[in-house]
């Protein structure tokens, strides 16, 4: 089943890679983190070329919430009595800076791509939580409140407000950012050696590399392939749903999200347990 995203844009087909070249970067993954990289560098002037397995945006980018922003839930509290305060700061302030470079991006190159900013919630029964997260969140440096009224009917105590998010087409935005670029779709990268990429059609000589992918899929280091598993999530799209103020995330095992753009609204839940894993007797 396709996605909104991809059921409302078509992207350009790109070709396969069929000879040897010689670039100063490579980027491994066609997906938004790769398209997004190869336009910073070949606007700073840097020869760079894009290696995509299967299509470019045709992985989590496709299949995303679209949701730009720096709130992931109730994670302030507990990440700044982990990681203490210096380092939780630079990570939200990386992660509104990137909202902000969003913004950035597609205001000077007028990308149509449905850009709207709101902002988002994550709300609950716990009122202590709330309480925490917030003060946190304040802590951190992040523009947030306290709201106890929402305007969705859900079973909770409030919600902590992150103001100054947004959200948009993911794939109308990679669409006109590949605009340019130097891209080989259907290219499998077999292997990489210092700087040498073997794909399924031609050798890449890269200065640099980039792994782009949803996975590093180098067996070392990291040994990554061993933590593999699947995980499940359900989403409901309806048309013509009334308009949502906003973008709504649940805390706990209810972790539904709830959001709108351009006449659909969605609604996503996680599996239970938290993590969705098929297989597992309590999964759903």
Known sequence: MESIWSQTCELTKRPALSKDIEVDVAVIGGGMAGILTAWQLERAGVRTVVLEADKIGGGQTKNTTAKITSQHGMFCHTFLAKKGEET????????QQAVEEYKRI???TKIDCNFEETDAFVYSKDEGKLMQEAEAAKRLGIDVSLE?????PVDCTGAVR?????????LKFICEL??????????VVTEVE???IRTSGGNVLAAQIVFAVHYPFLKFPGMYFARMHQERSYVL???GAGKIHGMYIGDGEEKVLLSAIWG??????????DRGEPGKADAT
């Open 162 to 170: 992150f103001f100054g998010q947004a959200q948009f087409h993911p």
């Open 194 to 196: 210092d700087h040498l």
């Open 88 to 95: 939780a700061r630079k990570y939200v302030q990386a992660n």
């Open 178 to 187: 590949a605009n340019g670029l130097q891209i080989y779709e259907d290219t």
């Open 106 to 108: 597609i205001q000077e």
């Open 264 to 273: 659909l609204a969605s609604a996503w839940r996680r599996g239970t347990p």
């Open 237 to 239: 799209a309806l048309e």
């Open 148 to 152: 106890r009224h929402l305007e969705i």
